[in-house]
């Protein structure tokens, strides 16, 4: 439940990644021994990732607050079930892993979702020029590699996903592999440092060109997780919409160039501060046109955020999706139900700014556009209610007790 309330003012520490700490938690599968991960979330998506490596026959241990314990013995069962998979589709990048040290894996097809059709084409496309076969049967994707060879893969598409498994197969192939058109995210630089650090060889990654050179062994390490730019940018758009001065402990502002320009446009105040960064926010922003791009273009998952600024702020914006296909708009509707003026014309939304939103009941679909409902519910009138939260534990640890702690009025209450 959210009131709206006065200017947000304090300081929220920003957690470890997600999209960096489930790859990196994937990655143990490589080699044999004892991994400590620092800064990993609290959150369902990391439960749900340490239940896969336990069900592959993994040890994963919390001994206490974000550190992470994993213990990969000799034996590993190379297979995915479907319930896993079905909770959370990033577990696709056991793929990769699995076959550059064990020639076979075994993993459910991970099925389409809110953002529409997610196939895995590039994936497969991409292990298969290091020479995977695969065949599908019942559901499951059966992948099979006697010797992983380095090749050059060109993806189609700047894909996070299909870069991790490409760099995670290639890291024990023989020879060189070339990644040509590979993801930028900083996430991908993280599991790239990790994988050196662990004794693998990846030139290159943060640009589109990876340079992988195979190694015959790999050894357990210990790793810090970065700082989850998503998260920031939640909390952001909360000041954006509120108001107010905060300090965001623990963000970098160096993979949040794109996303601090544009809310500049905006009109709110950024830069980096000694530990992190530090923002300001006029009491209502000037809208302005968004396009979403691979990174370092401005990410699709910072969407739903500024959709939920633009529905109070001073204008008109357009927000256009390129990089999911199907336009991942749904939780619009539910902004409308809060008196917002949006129209969609396929991948873009018109978005006319208005005063005040109206609180109402709505329900949150996925992660991202779960915490945009919250936010929007800072700049309503009356009470809003975001039923299906459990969405936003995917991916935010503690999200409404740091939003209280920066003064918004907001509580979790379980529902019936
Ligand atoms: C990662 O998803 C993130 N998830 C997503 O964040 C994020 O939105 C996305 O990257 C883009 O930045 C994780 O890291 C766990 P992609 P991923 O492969 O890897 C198409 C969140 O809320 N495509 O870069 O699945 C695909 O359909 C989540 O934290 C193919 O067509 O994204 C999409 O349109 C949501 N074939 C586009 O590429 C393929 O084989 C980008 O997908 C692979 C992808």
Not at 32 to 61: A, K, Q
Not at 252 to 275: C, F, T, Y
């Amino acid at each position: 439940m959210v009131r709206p309330g006065g200017p947000l003012e304090g300081t929220v520490r920003i957690g470890g990644a997600k999209n960096s700490a489930l790859k990196l938690m994937a990655a143990t599968i490589l080699a044999p021994g004892d991994y400590v991960l620092h800064n990993v979330p609290r959150i369902s998506d990391v439960e749900t990732m340490s239940d896969l490596l336990t069900s592959m026959g993994l040890d994963v241990r919390r001994p206490d607050g974000h550190t992470l314990r994993i213990h990969r013995g000799a034996d590993v069962v190379p297979e995915a079930p479907y319930e896993l998979v079905e909770r959370m589709r990033a577990s696709i990048v056991v793929l990769g892993p699995l076959l550059a040290r064990f020639g076979y894996a075994k993993v459910a097809l991970p099925g389409g979702d809110d953002f529409g059709p997610r196939p895995i084409d590039m994936h497969l496309k991409g292990l298969h020029d290091l020479g995977a076969t695969f065949e599908t049967k019942h559901g499951y994707l059966e992948a099979r590699a006697e010797n992983l060879v380095g090749a050059r893969i060109v993806l189609e598409y700047p894909s996070v996903g299909a870069t991790e498994n490409a760099l995670m197969a290639a890291v024990l192939a023989k020879g060189t592999t070339v990644i040509d058109n590979a993801a930028r995210e900083p996430e991908i630089a993280d599991l790239a440092s990790f994988l050196n650090r662990m004794g693998g060889q990846v030139l290159g990654a943060g640009s589109s060109t990876i340079h992988v050179l195979g190694v015959e062994e790999l050894t357990p390490v210990e790793h810090t997780v970065v700082p989850d730019r998503i998260e920031a940018a939640s909390f952001l758009a909360a000041l954006g919409i509120a108001g107010g001065e905060v300090t965001l402990e623990g963000a970098r502002s160096d993979h949040m160039d794109m996303l601090v320009a544009k809310l500049g446009q905006m009109g709110m105040r950024i830069s980096p501060s000694e530990d992190g960064l530090w923002a300001m926010s006029p009491r209502r922003l000037s809208a302005v046109d968004v396009v979403t791009l691979p990174y370092p273009g401005l990410a699709t998952d910072y969407k739903p955020l500024f959709v939920a600024m633009l529905a109070v702020a001073d204008g008109v914006g357009i927000v256009t999706e390129n990089v999911f296909g199907g336009g991942r708009f749904r939780y619009i509707d539910e902004l409308v139900r809060m008196g917002a003026d949006i129209r969609t014309e396929g991948h873009h939304a018109i978005v006319r700014g208005v005063e005040r939103l109206s609180g109402a009941p709505v329900k949150a679909p996925d992660i991202r556009a779960g915490v945009a409902l919250v936010v929007a519910g800072l700049g309503a009138d009356g009470e809003t209610v975001v039923h299906d939260a459990f969405h936003v534990d995917r991916g935010y640890e503690g999200f409404v007790d740091k939003l209280r702690g920066v003064g918004a009025d907001i509580v979790r209450e379980r529902s019936t």
